[in-house]
Structure formats: structure tokens, C-alpha cells
């Protein structure tokens, strides 16, 4: 083969493979639906569980990086502590180590007949989970078949003396090795991918035990890159978990360049005892290497939180997304206190749409996206808090209720549907001032001054339907009842006014969409407050 057919066949062969890894994850994370966040949300109770679950998702998805991207998200969304996602993180580094052993067995043979089998699930079946298997059979397939092409065009290496003498030169310099392979992964954005290469070449006898094992340190220095990136924009937290997989691979790294005569001699004397193929022998320096890792560092988790929270320092907003008053021991032994404490919650749930619609005043305001990812956040965990609060309260139905208790149980059903829609709501202002920003739309000066007062008008009725429901003070409902009168008679003011101002050319086409959709929703909002104030009375929309 030539130069330009070795590189090809390479490339094309690396293409595949990383292909197929996609692919098999998406596959495994379809099947697995929902399950792997909720497996990170409860199951990180301690360090240890959160290593055996960041292990079990890892393996799942196939991917460290998918994992420490999920879990960085649980941190931004205040599902996870900072200590909780570490544990994951760790769980993570050895549950990427699974595919350098599926490797190590060596199946390419096998390797199209399983591609064709992938596709004929896919293709040929419309139920979705079987869907979901070709899927992931596919990927295992061109995995296979990508890392076969990726041996033959590194196959010629081995007797290229400049390969030989870098070779030499790795061997003699591990430094330089750690840093051609984070080099390399933060390239690909896959340490999968750079460890089967280095995997190939190995095998193939293109570089010798000594100069593939720092290169090993690269790689899983490398991957870290990926959670950096995720965490850009993200909570302070967040920033903080990102950091945590850095300086967790660097100081496992440092560890294992401190002994790497002894670790090498290791691997090199379970590669002579157990008869290891040549990719199995780094698929168990790889497992080695992670998991003395973890259990070096798994004492010292605080001591990482104190480090990179030292690095990364400032105080956060965090939304806790987490119910706080929700006990399913109440559900059976006391329905009432149950809905006391689902009162509670449905209180926190009103006080984040409070919240979130201050944020997006203020996002009208000044512009500033901190104010919209803040709107965001109280939106995403009002959506949570829905859920787990009708949970709650349908399991709270099915207990024998009080006349006065079945009364409160209906009020609270339909007053977390109602502050669910203002979540919507709020979210949809956001995303109008986000097209605003985006398409540089400009309101004119008595745009946004009418905005600001409807904003004010709305949020004040917001504040008062809370205030009801949290007192069941019958006064401020029916003041509830009253402001949205004026919420409404304002929005068709305003609707009048702004086709003035277009019909005049005061203000363009698409600020006229703008603004009245925002004055729209927010006079949506008021209904909902309405509704709130209703179900306190007791009344009837």
C-alpha cells in the first residue's frame, strides 16, 4: 500500500470507529431513557455509591465524557453536591476502561457480519426497542470494523526508522509521551478512540511497552477537556466538577510517573503470567491505572472540593431542584399532614416563578443572559417540582380523605398546574427577548416603558395569589381578582397603542411581534394568578 492509501485507510478507519462508538452510546442512552439521570440523582447518597454509579452509566453510554457532561449538568441544576459529582467522576475513569477490554477480546472477525445484523434491526422492525439494539449492535459492529482498517494503516509504522526512533525517544522521555497523548484526545474528543489507536499500535509493534504507557497518562489527561468545555457558561459548581476530572487525571498521572518503572515492570509481568494479547495488555494497564486511581483519591474527596474550590472561588445561586418537603412516610400514616407538607412544596414551586419572573424583568431590562439562565433554572425545577408534587398528591388521593382535606387536595392539583403554566410562560418571554437580542430588534422607549409597567402590574398579582395561597387570605385574592381586571384592559391598550406606533413607523414589524407576544404571555400570567386566587375562595373560573 501507498503513503495516501495508508493514510486513508487510517483515517477512514478512525472515522468508522469513533462512528460506532457514537452510535452504540446514543443507542444504550435511548434504551436507557431517563434511567441514567435518575441513576445519578439517587444513587449518589455517598462517594462510594457515586463511583459505582458514575461506573454503571459509564458503561452504559460508553463514554467518561458523557458521564462527567451529565453529571456536571445535575451540579448546574443543584440535583448534585460538589463532593457527589466527584465520586461520579471517579466512577467514571473506570467505567471508560470497559471498552478497551471489549477491544482486547479481538472479535473483528466478527465485526460485519454484526454491522449487517445492527441493520437489519433497524431497518427491517418498528418497534423502537428492538430499534435501539440494532442500534447498538450496529455500533459494536463498525467499532470493530473501524479499529480492523485502523490496524492496517498502522501496520507499515513499525518498520519506519522516524517511527523507531520516537519510539526510543518516548521510552527515554515519558513527558513527552503524557503530552502527544492528551495531545491527541483533546483532538478527537474521545480517550476511547486515542487508547484503541494506541491499542493498534501495540499491537502492531509500532512502540514498545515503555513509551505507550505515558502516552496511556495523555489520554486519560485528554478527556478531561470535554467536561472543561461543558462547564463553560455553567454555575460555579459545575465549574468546579470540571476542574475536579482534571485534577483528579493530573495527580493519577503524576502518582504513576512517580513509580512508572515498577507499574510498567507490572504490566509487563501480567502480560508474560496471563498470556495477554497485546490490546488486552494495555486494556489492564488502562483498569489498573483507574481504578489505584480512585482508591488513592477516594479518601481525599474533600480535600479535591477544598482545591478547586480554592481555584474556581465565588458564591453561587443554586436552584435546589431536589423537593424538600415531600415524605412518603406521611402518605400512609397521615394523608393531612402529607398535604401540609405538599403545601409546602407547591409554596417553593409558586416562590421560583416569583423568582423566575423577576429574572426576566430584569432580562428585559439590561440584556444581561445571567438574568435569562437564571429564568431558566427556576423554570427547569418548577417542571421537576410538578412532577414530583402531582406524584406526591396522587398518592396522597388514594388514601381516605376528609371533606376539608379533599378540598385542599383539589386546590393544590390545579394550583401546581397553573404555576407550571406561568413557567411556560416565562420561559416563552425569555426565548422572545432572546430572538429580540439575536435579530437586533429595537423597542422603542414607550415600548419598553409600557412593558415595564404591565411587568410590574403582573409580577405584584403573582405576589398576591401567593401571599393567598400561602395565608388563605381571602382579601388578597380577591385583590388578585381585581389587578388582573387591569392586566387585562392594559394588554388591550397596549395591543392598540403599539399598531399606532407600527402604523405611524415608530417601531418595525417584528418589534410589534415582540411586543405583543410578550405582552401576551404575560397577560396569560395573570390568569393563572387568577386562577391561584380562585382556588383559594374556592370559586369557580
Partial sequence: MD??????????????????????????????????????????????????????????????????????????????????????????????????????????????????????????????????????IFGFGALFYGLSLMGDGLRPLRDLEVFRELTITLSDNPLLGVLIGTIFTVAVQSSTASIALLQQLYDQGAIDLWAALPVLLGDNIGTTVTAVLA??????????????????????????????????????????????????????????????????????????????????????????????????????????????????????????SEKALLEVSNYLENSNKKHADMAIQYEEAINNLDRKITDYLIQISSRSLSEQDSKMHSMLMDTVRDIERIGDHIENVVELKDYQNANKVKLSDTALADLREMFELTISTLKEAIMSLEKGDHEAAQSVLEKEEQIDQMERKLRKQHILRVNEGKCSGAAGIVFVDIVSNLERIGDHSVNIAEAVIGEDR
Fill in 231 to 352: 462547564a463553560i457558561g455553567a454555575s460555579i459548581t459545575a465549574k468546579r466538577a470540571a476542574l475536579t476530572h482534571v485534577v483528579f487525571n493530573i495527580i493519577g498521572a503524576i502518582i504513576v510517573l512517580i513509580v512508572l518503572v515498577p507499574f510498567t515492570n507490572l504490566i509487563a509481568f501480567l502480560e508474560a503470567e496471563l498470556s495477554l494479547n497485546r490490546p488486552m495488555t494495555i486494556a489492564f494497564a488502562h483498569g489498573i491505572y483507574n481504578v489505584s486511581n480512585t482508591l488513592i483519591q477516594l479518601p481525599f474527596i474533600a480535600a479535591l472540593a477544598w482545591i478547586v474550590t480554592k481555584l474556581v472561588p465565588g458564591d453561587d445561586v443554586i436552584v435546589e431542584y431536589k423537593t424538600k418537603h415531600l415524605d412518603p412516610r406521611f402518605v400512609g400514616s397521615s394523608p393531612a399532614i402529607a398535604l401540609g407538607q405538599a403545601k409546602q412544596e407547591v409554596l417553593r414551586m409558586a416562590d421560583f
Fill in 3 to 136: 503513503l495516501q492509501s495508508l493514510l486513508f485507510t487510517f483515517l477512514g478507519g478512525l472515522g468508522i470507529f469513533l462512528f460506532g462508538i457514537k452510535f452504540m452510546g446514543d443507542g444504550l442512552q435511548k434504551a436507557a431513557g431517563d434511567r441514567l439521570r435518575d441513576l445519578l440523582d439517587k444513587f449518589t447518597t455517598n462517594p462510594v455509591m457515586g463511583v459505582i454509579a458514575g461506573i454503571v452509566v459509564t458503561v452504559l453510554i460508553q463514554s467518561s465524557s458523557g458521564t462527567t457532561v451529565l453529571t456536571i449538568g445535575l451540579v448546574n441544576a443543584g440535583f448534585m453536591t460538589l463532593k457527589q459529582a466527584i465520586g461520579v467522576i471517579m466512577g467514571a475513569n473506570i467505567g471508560t476502561t470497559t471498552t478497551a477490554f471489549i477491544i482486547g477480546f479481538n472479535i473483528t472477525a466478527y465485526a460485519l457480519p454484526t454491522i449487517a445484523l445492527g441493520a437489519f434491526l433497524i431497518f427491517f422492525f418498528k418497534q423502537k426497542k428492538v430499534n435501539n439494539l440494532g442500534q447498538v
